[in-house]
């Protein structure tokens, strides 16, 4: 059992309140997922030159302002970091590949959550409060987001396997649920070339939609190749740059409810995590029906 979250402002002016907004929504879910939390919010894009990473140091402490110095004697460019403690927010010029591998080959430490032109990712382990404390999650801007409490049920609880999980460039995905063949679907991508940092279910989902992806899918088409190759009970919760997206399994087990208004879409496990939002009253409320796809741009 875990919960999901997900909010779109559709008003430019509402951006500065995201944070605001969606803490409750993420604190409310803390019954079913008080392990482990975590979202990923899609700002306005860096320019077109460069690219953002998501780091995290975890418990190791490290000299961010001293990494910025090293990665500037390697790769040429400006590169620029935001630091909420063992998290940073790298904006930088380099060739986001190079860097990566550079990365992974120098500062074994450091873990890259995500990459793109949009994307922020924040997770870690404990109470879904302590960590929008630590991240001061309130003060986020952007235009929509996708987040998650974890109840572990399949792998460890480490900030590793919690949600969001990220491939490729701003994309990520949220997952309440269960799937049955994970280990055949990295059997089918992993030839391709395709690794996996952890044995989560999540992961092979999450890597399998960005293959679909890199293979000229729409998200809306990738999820259809899902129907056919994903096995098990999920509600799935995708952000990419300019969409949010969510999908239920055919027998539409794991519970989710949307409200939409004029400003925002609001999404969660339970309503009592939108009850909280402005003039709610008067917003559409449902719940996502079986294997139908429901979507939204900004």
Not at 65 to 78: N, Q
Not at 243 to 272: G, H, N, Q, T
Not at 289 to 297: F, M, V
Request: contains cysteine; negative net charge; proline residues 5%.
């Amino acid at each position: 059992m875990c919960g999901i979250v997900g909010l779109l402002v559709k008003k430019p002016g509402l951006r500065a309140s995201l944070g605001k907004l969606m803490v409750p929504m993420l604190t409310g879910m803390t019954e079913r997922g008080p392990d482990s939390a975590g979202l990923a919010v899609y700002t306005t894009p860096v320019a077109a030159r460069q690219r953002k990473l998501s780091l995290y140091s975890g418990q190791h402490a490290i000299d961010w302002s001293a990494l910025l110095e090293r990665i500037g004697e390697v790769f040429a460019g400006e590169h620029d970091v935001v630091t909420h403690g063992n998290q940073a927010v790298l904006t930088t010029d380099a060739e986001a590949d190079a860097l990566v591998s550079w990365l992974k080959r120098n500062e074994p430490f450091v873990a890259v959550l995500s990459v793109g032109q949009s994307i922020d990712l924040y997770k870690d382990v404990g109470a879904p409060a302590d960590i929008a404390r630590r991240y001061e999650f309130e003060a986020l801007e952007g235009s929509h987001l996708v987040a998650h409490t974890r109840m572990a049920t399949e792998s460890a609880v480490t900030p590793a396997h919690a949600h969001p999980f990220t491939a490729g460039r701003d994309f990520c995905l949220v997952h309440n649920g269960s799937l049955s063949n994970p280990h055949l679907v990295r059997k089918h991508l992993e030839p391709l070339g395709i690794e996996f940092e952890t044995d989560n279910d999540t992961e092979a989902a999450c890597r399998f939609f960005e293959w679909r992806l890199r293979e000229g899918d729409d998200l809306r088409q990738a999820v259809a190749q899902g129907f056919r190759e994903l096995d098990g009970f999920y509600t799935f919760l995708m952000g990419t740059r300019n969409e949010m997206l969510i999908v239920r399994d055919a027998f539409a087990c794991k519970p989710a409810v949307i409200a939409e208004s004029d400003d925002y879409v609001a999404i969660a496990s339970e309503f009592r995590s939108l009850a909280h939002l402005p003039d709610i009253g008067h917003a559409t409320l449902f719940e996502p029906k079986p294997e139908e796809i429901y979507s939204w741009r900004i």
